[in-house]
């Protein structure tokens, strides 16, 4: 039997969807700079965003960025509504083989509390990079 939903590359149109899943699972959208632009950027920088898309919708997410070093895997998320259904996994899967096409290594933030996707996440391989803090500075103002 097929499986009921497909993972293929984001469209443009598909940010305002995105946007909704990413509001609806709590992991920010625009107002964080994570725009239309910033993916289009992100992905003529050599990026990958993969859609995990079922009932023709979008249903979720892995946005992969290429610094030229390192990949970063962000928003990662799958919609409350398809939550539970063990997809997170064929996702993470696409993800990662896209990574390993690249050669490089992949690094993501993760809250310590989100016990849930930490657990797929170690399960996958990942693990802490002991001693570390991550820092950012959001205002521009003082840059
Ligand atoms: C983290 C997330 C992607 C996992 O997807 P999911 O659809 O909820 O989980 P899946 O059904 O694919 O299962 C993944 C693991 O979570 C576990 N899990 C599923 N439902 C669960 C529940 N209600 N409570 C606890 N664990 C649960 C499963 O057991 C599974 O682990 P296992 O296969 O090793 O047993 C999803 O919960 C999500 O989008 N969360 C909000 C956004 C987020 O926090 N993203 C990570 C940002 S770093």
């Known amino acids: ?33 994570d725009d239309e632009a910033t993916i289009a950027r ?20 892995s946005w992969l960025t290429d610094d030229g070093r390192r990949i970063y895997l962000h928003h990662f998320g799958i919609l409350p509504a398809y939550q539970g259904r063990g997809w997170s996994h064929p996702l993470l899967e696409a993800s990662l083989a896209w990574v390993k096409s690249k050669g490089m290594q992949v690094k993501l933030e ?26 950012i500075i959001r205002s521009m103002d003082t840059l």
């Open 1 to 33: 039997m097929s499986q009921p939903y497909l993972i293929r590359p984001y469209l443009p149109s598909d940010y305002p969807a995105v946007s909704r899943l990413w509001e609806e699972t709590g992991m920010g959208g625009a107002y964080r700079g």
């Open 42 to 61: 992100t992905l003529a920088q050599g990026g990958q965003f993969l859609i995990l898309e079922a009932d023709g919708q979008v249903a979720g997410t």
């Open 110 to 135: 993760v809250h310590r509390e989100n016990h849930r996707a930490l657990r797929l996440y170690r399960k996958r391989g990942f693990e802490p990079l002991g001693g570390y803090d991550v820092l």
